[in-house]
């Protein structure tokens, strides 16, 4: 990597990697977990809170932020990380993932996409420089190419032709990024679950250079098993010097085992969209406090976690937040399961390092495959 921003490359255990992204605004400990911030917050999260979970950067969305309150906004008030009071790393989405979704409220063409507001229905403009522009005003440490990113199931030229105009797109997105010292940019592989496409995205997006690359187009639909057959090859293409990102992933198991294929970085708004719900992840699987099996129950979510919700709390308690709507439900399951996916980082972080990937990977599935069964 370039521009002030350096991947150092740590230890080994068949294709899992460790290893430290290394920014102005600090470092990046390698397997990386980044949670989602979308409107420069993550929900029912103070920022400290965040960070003490074990966090060393977050995902904002461009998608969100350029139509409220504006980039513009947010640049004027000094940048997303001092708006937000989040002061470490911040990597911003293209917006393309988003404004793909928004079926029936936008346009496609060469240039880019005209889509209208979900909040208020005004239209607007995305391109590649547009895209680049937004992300420079919120002022993000990494930068994502603007590329498109069709659901699965899609047909093999309908995949083929939205990697190829990806291709062209970060080309463009490359060349209006310019030079930025302290900022990296990533291009984003496409091309669904075919392997000559992915490897076909993987060389154009090698030949224009860029300072890490991305896995998109995956966790859309397809299904772990393809999912996973799509990284046993997929990283291979990637530079090994270089950090790789797996877009919009996932659960406990999903990130295990893309960290087994070689990944380096996730993100996903499954545990604070679950915490909100009253899905809990443990050592032992899912929960869900809101059963009533649960109201009785003086244990912590999980005895061996460290976070608040389990020093302080019981499930009984748990359970009688959730049912009653208070908002101190969501803040303390948003709490447990962010601090339950850092441990999961953490872990793998140290059985890479000690070359023992294989046994954690082993005990990991075998205690979830127990389930949560102590007794009361």
Request: glycine content about 10%; proline content about 5%.
């Amino acid at each position: 990597m370039t521009n002030g921003v350096a991947f150092e490359l740590g230890g080994t255990d068949g294709q899992a990697r460790t290893g430290v992204i290394r920014t102005p605004r600090g470092e990046v400990r390698t397997p990386a977990f980044m949670p989602v911030g979308t409107a420069a917050t993550v929900k029912a999260m103070m920022p400290g809170s965040v960070r003490e979970t074990g966090a060393d950067i977050l995902l904002g969305n461009t998608y969100h932020l350029m139509l409220r309150p504006t980039a513009e906004r947010i640049d004027a008030l000094g940048g997303l990380h001092r708006f937000m009071n989040w002061e470490r790393p911040i990597l911003t989405d293209s917006g393309g993932f988003q404004v793909m979704s928004l079926a029936g409220l936008r346009k496609l063409t060469e240039e880019g996409v005209t889509f209208k507001s979900h909040i208020d229905g005004s239209k607007h403009e995305l391109t590649p420089e547009r895209s680049m522009e937004i992300q420079r005003l919120l002022g993000s440490d990494i930068v994502m190419c603007f590329d498109e990113c069709p659901a699965l199931p899609a047909s093999d030229d309908e995949v083929a032709r939205a990697m190829r105009l990806s291709m062209r797109w970060a080309a463009r997105s490359k060349d209006a990024f310019g030079d930025r010292p302290g900022h990296a940019l990533f291009g984003i592989m496409q091309g669904g679950v075919t392997q000559e496409l992915r490897e076909e995205s993987a060389k154009a997006l090698v030949e224009i250079g860029f300072d890490g690359y991305a896995i998109g187009g995956l966790a859309v639909g397809e299904g772990q098993e393809a999912m996973f057959g799509v990284l046993d090859y997929a990283t291979g293409y990637l530079p090994q010097d270089k950090p790789r990102y797996l877009m919009g992933v996932g659960k406990p198991d999903d990130i295990v085992g893309a960290v087994k294929r070689g990944v380096d970085m996730m993100d996903c708004v499954l545990p604070s969209r679950s915490g909100r719900t009253g899905q809990v992840f443990t050592r032992h699987g899912v929960l869900n406090i809101k059963n009533a099996r649960h109201q009785d129950d003086p244990r912590p979510l999980d005895e061996a976690c460290t976070c608040p919700a389990c020093r302080n709390y019981s499930r009984a308690y748990l359970h009688h937040v959730f049912r009653s709507q208070e908002i101190i439900s969501s803040m303390l399951l948003t709490w447990h399961n962010l601090h339950y996916y850092q441990e999961i980082m953490a872990g793998m972080r140290e059985a890479i390092a000690a070359g023992a990937f294989d046994a954690w990977e082993a005990e990991f599935h075998a205690r979830r495959a127990e389930g949560d069964i102590a007794p009361i």
